[in-house]
């Protein structure tokens, strides 16, 4: 292997790494670009070159908006984002360990959870719309749209916990089994914390999927506004763009102070862990 | 109620089942139902009529729109491949230190969990006619006048889908080159074979399953998607999601619903084909 990969690395590692290097621009290019555009002075337009540079569109977003609801529809959001991520954690927990066994109707209900996350999105979000209008309820944030976003967050629990549990070695469990643990003893202190840090992972996607989600959450949000709805709107309607550009900037930096914490907390799960077992697990 | 205490599987698995029976089989039920309703400009009138089909099916705007709706997905799912593949190869054969290998595919996946609506939006002051990308080609002397075509159009709709969906190719397809056995390409190399026959005739087939999962998910996200044709597209094209999205602002319910179930049966019939490559159970 060792040779091979001496072998190879000759061999197209230089294109290779080019294609590679170009790619990651490809993928965070454009948001930088509004990043930066962000930082504009108060004339600033939608394109370059820049106007100055100054924090002028980030004071104006905290400021009093005349048009569009930023504060209401960013609460919203992160009120959602959390219930998604606290039902999508607990829920795909239970199911996963419910997989571990086999039971009638496993099988239909895995592919059925499948089905949720291939259907197009515009399809849920309709049906879900229909369906609370034709039961005679208004569709809100808290009920229709949570409702779509565990449709898209959950399948990706699932398979999350399908991973983990696939490569579980049941000789731990076992062993906590053997020296008289109970059931509840063996998930608590044993199960639990092995899967500690997938679980951060589930929570992390739970919650920012539906921070970001748009599509199935345009029939179901009701009267009242998620921050990506909102975003949407201000695009259509565009007044200041350069306000829009500074808004898409916090929202990006949000996720990914989210993501650096998620990734942070796993890493530091792992390390405790291996500082308690130096034989590591 | 015995079943309940005999086998606690179907205790655990409820919550999960609830929210599918709820969400997912009551609206596309429900989705069907209404798609032999009636309506008119304030009401839908329950019905059994196949007017919203037939209308659907003789329309030669539907026609167009499936056709620009399989040309998006086309060429979308052929770049995203060959994007993603490279991408995927490099990092699973050419990075050997495994802290690298995982940071550069954090790298590569973190914007999955960014807003794709502010995705797709920061392509605007690249693209745009005085654009960074017109205005830099336009100061290096390469063309006189701005090119029109950057933004607002099918350039622009595929560009943004190969952005927003090239890491639902790439992680897939990663994962599945993570399990070839490295012996096997030393071996293919040994037997004679150049570096591209062994790419085509041993990787691929191995990651085939790692292939086709992407290709689901390019190929369903853009079947169905509405918001990026239309922001893209600025409005010049439509997708068949895009005609459904209008039929729902025009509170046309039971044409919507019409429309949503060919969709589903489109994509359902796109899937069985690509499902008859994978067994998803033994891909996690």
């Not at chain 1, 790494?17 to 990651?24: A, D, H, M, R, S």
């Not at chain 1, 500690?196 to 989600?213: A, R």
């Not at chain 2, 954090?106 to 690249?126: A, D, E, G, K, Y």
Request: glycine share 6%.
């Amino acid at each position: 292997m060792a040779a091979l990969g001496k072998t190879k690395r000759k061999a197209g590692f230089i294109p290779l790494t080019i294609i590679f290097i170009l790619f990651i621009v490809f993928l965070y290019g454009p948001t930088a670009t509004i990043a930066i555009l962000s930082f504009q002075g108060p004339e600033g337009g939608l394109t370059f070159p820049m106007n100055g540079v100054s924090l002028h569109w980030f004071r104006q977003l905290f400021e009093e908006q005349q048009v569009g609801d930023f504060g209401g529809s960013l609460t919203r959001s992160l009120l959602l984002g959390l219930s998604v991520m606290l039902c999508t954690a607990v829920f795909s927990l239970l199911a996963g360990l419910a997989y571990r066994r086999s039971f009638k109707g496993g099988d239909a209900l895995f592919y059925l959870t499948l089905v949720s996350l291939i259907l197009p999105s515009i399809l849920i979000s309709l049906g879900i719309g229909i369906m609370f209008d034709r039961i005679g309820l208004s569709p809100a944030w808290y009920s229709s749209a949570f409702g779509a976003h565990l449709t898209w967050t959950l399948p990706f629990g699932l398979l999350i916990m399908f991973a983990v549990f696939n490569r579980f070695n049941k000789s731990y469990e076992a062993a906590a089994i053997d020296m008289g643990a109970t059931a509840w003893q063996t998930f608590r202190l044993v199960v639990f914390p092995l899967i500690l840090p997938s679980l951060i992972g589930v929570c992390l996607f739970g919650f920012t999927l539906s921070y970001d989600e748009f599509a199935r959450t345009l029939m179901t949000a009701g009267t009242f506004n998620t921050q990506p709805l909102e975003i949407y709107g201000m695009t259509t309607n565009v007044t200041t763009p350069v306000l829009f550009y500074a808004l898409g900037t916090m929202t990006t930096l949000f996720s990914f102070t989210l993501i650096s914490s998620a990734l942070i907390a796993i890493w530091a799960v792992r390390k405790s862990r291996a500082r308690k077992a130096p034989t590591g697990v | 109620m015995r079943f309940l205490t005999a086998n606690p599987s179907y205790l655990q698995v409820t919550p999960l089942a609830l929210v599918i029976l709820l969400f997912l089989l009551f609206p596309v039920a429900t989705i069907v139902i209404v798609s032999f309703w009636d309506f008119n400009a304030y009401q839908l009138i329950p019905d059994f009529i196949f007017e919203n089909y037939e209308f659907l099916l003789t329309s030669s705007v539907t026609l167009s729109a499936y056709l620009k709706t399989f040309f998006y997905a086309i060429t979308t799912w052929a770049i995203t491949l060959t994007l993603g593949f490279t991408v995927a190869y490099y990092l699973a054969f050419y990075i050997r230190s495994p802290l690298l290998q995982g940071v550069l595919f954090v790298l590569c996946t973190v914007p999955f969990l960014t807003s794709n609506i502010i995705r797709m939006i920061s392509w605007i002051p690249l693209l745009g006619r005085n654009g960074l990308v017109n205005s830099t080609l336009q100061e290096i002397n390469l063309i006189d006048a701005p090119i029109e075509w950057l933004l607002y159009s099918d350039f622009a709709v595929v560009l943004a889908f190969v952005h927003l969906y090239t890491l639902f190719m790439v992680v897939p397809i990663f994962n599945s080159m993570m399990r070839i056995d490295r012996n096997l390409i030393e071996a293919s190399i040994d037997a004679g074979a150049s570096a591209f026959q062994t790419i085509f005739q041993v990787v691929v087939p191995l990651c085939k399953s790692g292939i086709a999962i992407g290709s689901i998910f390019v190929v369903t996200l853009v079947m169905g998607d509405f918001i990026t044709v239309s922001l893209m597209s600025g409005g010049l094209s439509a997708s068949v999601g895009v005609l459904i999205r209008n039929e729902i602002s025009l509170l046309q319910y039971p044409a919507a619903a019409a429309g949503a179930v060919v969709l589903l049966i489109t994509v359902l019939i796109m899937l069985s084909i690509m499902f008859r490559f994978i067994n998803i159970k033994k891909e996690l």
